[in-house]
């Protein structure tokens, strides 16, 4: 491609507190419509905001966790715009005197750190939500999540592609939750991401004509929208054609950016100072005591699971970039004295039941004392590997015990000679020419055989005894 590629990303988090920014209606996500609001949130004329103190709380935590520059003194603003999801007619943002400013976040990107700065973080409350009629008629408004308490972390210019843009929103991401100031659910609106992008021809620096991507609802669509926008900008610059400045919406379905609305000059949102809250003042004595009391992050537990478990550096990266797998490792780990075997089942099967079922692997109900429980009945050689494979399905798909499901089932494994002794002298008698053909040095012939054993007992029997016992009586002469 001929041009350098320049994306800027604005992150809107939705903080984790049980009432609104400025007043005391509920967060809780999936409400009826219109069921969580009040003249305050509402904008009724004569009421007046009242600041959530947990909110700054939690901004300050996100701030400090992302290496910014504190103000020691905040203020509140008006962003006044006109859309029929804002019901007072303004938003209560920050404009010159946000919360934190001058940060910096280092991102890994094909094993290559790079540094993307944070040019500012900002709390603002949130607009409503517009439902479009499929009918195309009419379009309601819901307005509980008017007020919800937002951060807007946004980045300077320096990412350089798709890639880079989905590696700093994971990293954010697992800040976040290791932070515990939101629950970063992009499909609930928790975490909602706009990006910039502008192209220019290799060797210009000045910047090209940016365009706003929003409606983002995944990393998977954020990665898809930037890649769809390179391709359709480098087609128009390349036929001659002017870039508008524009906000584009992703849509899922086709996989285009379609044109929302026209951008061509700044919008003039007219900020002024909000007049019914006062300044707010932060201690530097309360900053460092956040910066003290900062949970460990990813990049820390990383290094210590590969200290402490042993495990290979990219078995702990892999744990560590969720905070909720993390935990549910460390859980086992506890329980149970092997925890690479642990962290493969919890990177393999475990992961691979959560994405056949489209679920996060909590959602699975498999606790960890019933997953380490699976691991002691095949260490006990009381089931087979493919058995626990098996009784892991169970396990989630019945949400009991792995001892309960054995017990129910009668899934033990055989592993008494005497038993497997009669089985295999069965397969024996029925495979002369595999017999043969083993003792003729085709050891291929074993594993058949072992086949043939397992199959006999319903996969119960105990695979490493019986290709032990199979060898004795084979080249013993015992047959």
């Excluded at 085709?442 to 019986?466: C, D, E, I």
Aim: aromatic residues 6%; glycine residues 6%.
């Amino acid at each position: 491609m001929n041009y350098n590629v320049t994306i800027g990303l604005e992150t809107h988090v939705q903080l984790k507190t049980k009432s609104k920014l400025f007043c005391g209606c509920s967060t809780e996500f999936g409400s009826p419509p219109n069921s969580q609001t009040c003249p305050v949130c509402l904008g009724f004329p004569g009421v007046l905001p009242v600041m959530n103190r947990r909110v700054v709380e939690l901004a300050l935590r996100v701030g400090v966790a992302l290496n910014c520059r504190i103000a020691n003194r905040m203020k509140f603003d008006r962003k006044n715009y006109f859309y029929p999801d804002l019901p007072k007619g303004f938003q209560i943002s920050q404009f010159d005197l946000p919360i934190a400013t001058h940060g910096k976040l280092k991102v890994s990107v094909d094993r290559e750190q790079i540094d993307i700065r944070i040019h500012r973080v900002h709390i603002e409350e949130d607009a409503g939500k517009l439902v479009h009629k499929a009918d195309g008629i009419a379009s309601l408004v819901d307005f509980n999540r008017t007020g919800m308490p937002l951060i807007e972390i946004v980045t300077e210019p320096d990412l350089c592609g798709p890639d880079e843009a989905v590696a700093y929103l994971q990293q954010l991401k697992s800040i976040l939750q290791y932070l515990n100031v939101s629950d970063c659910d992009m499909e609930k609106g928790s975490l909602r991401c706009d990006a910039n992008i502008s192209l220019r021809p290799k060797g210009i620096s000045s910047l090209g004509t940016r365009t706003e991507v929003k409606n983002m609802n995944s990393f998977r669509s954020v990665r898809s929208a930037l890649l769809f926008e390179i391709k359709r900008q480098s087609e128009e610059l390349e036929l001659g054609n002017r870039i508008s400045q524009e906000t584009r919406l992703w849509d899922q379905e086709t996989e285009v950016t379609r044109p929302m609305r026209s951008k061509e000059e700044a919008h003039d949102y007219r900020y002024f100072p909000e007049p019914d809250l006062v300044p707010f003042i932060i201690t530097n004595e309360g900053i460092e005591e956040v910066r003290k009391n900062l949970p460990e992050l990813a990049v820390q537990r990383q290094k210590r699971f590969s200290e402490q478990y042993g495990l290979p550096e990219y078995d702990a990266a892999v744990l560590t970039r969720d905070k909720w797998i993390a935990d549910y490792f460390e859980s086992c780990a506890r329980l149970y004295p092997k925890p690479k075997i642990a962290a493969n089942w919890i990177m393999g099967d475990l992961t691979a039941q959560a994405n056949e079922r489209g679920v996060d692997i909590l959602e699975l109900g498999c606790k960890p004392e019933w997953l380490v429980g699976i691991l002691e009945l095949v260490d006990h050689e009381t089931i087979s590997g493919k058995m626990a494979k098996e009784l892991l399905v169970e396990i989630i798909q019945k949400k009991q015990s792995p001892q309960e499901i054995v017990a129910q089932k009668g899934l033990t494994q055989i592993s008494d000679e005497k038993s497997l002794s009669v089985a295999i002298e069965e397969v024996i008698g029925k495979n002369p020419k595999s017999v043969e053909d083993y003792r003729r040095g085709k050891t291929t012939a074993l594993m058949f055989l072992v086949g043939q054993v397992m199959k006999g007992t319903g996969g119960k029997a105990n695979p490493q005894k019986v290709q032990e016992l199979l060898r004795e009586k084979l080249e013993g002469g015992g047959v």
